[in-house]
């Protein structure tokens, strides 16, 4: 396949390790009038059929607004969204068919980083080169915040630059790139 749709106003576009394209959206394409677009959250195959979505079954707490990042952790997703009702971020195991949900304690978040029971979250100013680091760590049902950071980079933060994988936040800032672990 020389090409795939995989929806509109994508906010957040991560793969795991067996090649699936995991997609976030923004409001646009949450309410816009694309297909792929209207569940807010997506896990696609390398050929452009939707392998995940949060409907049916797998229902969340709230319906997806827009996109405020995601990771990857082996094979698990974590995909943050916010709704009306607050932020979140769900933890979807496609393996196992699992999708479990928490509330986060903030919402003005861009990135994400998950190792275990410790989450990372970042807030950068972008085309400025200030991150606000969040860190986390899951007790029962719930993420508490343990502590706040403040990192300043060399250059300023590129927009749509922050990923997590594998448990390590990975912040652009001009044409380097900063490894932050959760």
Known sequence: MSHLCIGDDIEDVLTDREG????SYGDEGVYGLHPA??????????????TWGPLGEQRLPASPLGAIGGATEGGVAWLGWSSPEGAFVSRVDPALGETTSYRLPQKDIDGIAVRGTRMLLSHAFHDRPGVELARLELAGDAWAVTSHEHL???EPVT?????????VLWIRGGDTWTRIEA
């Open 152 to 154: 300043r980079l060399s």
């Open 20 to 23: 699936g394209i995991w997609t």
């Open 37 to 50: 677009s209207s569940e807010g959250l997506a896990r696609w195959d390398t050929d452009g059929a939707q």
């Open 159 to 167: 927009s749509r630059c922050v990923q997590g994988r594998e448990g």
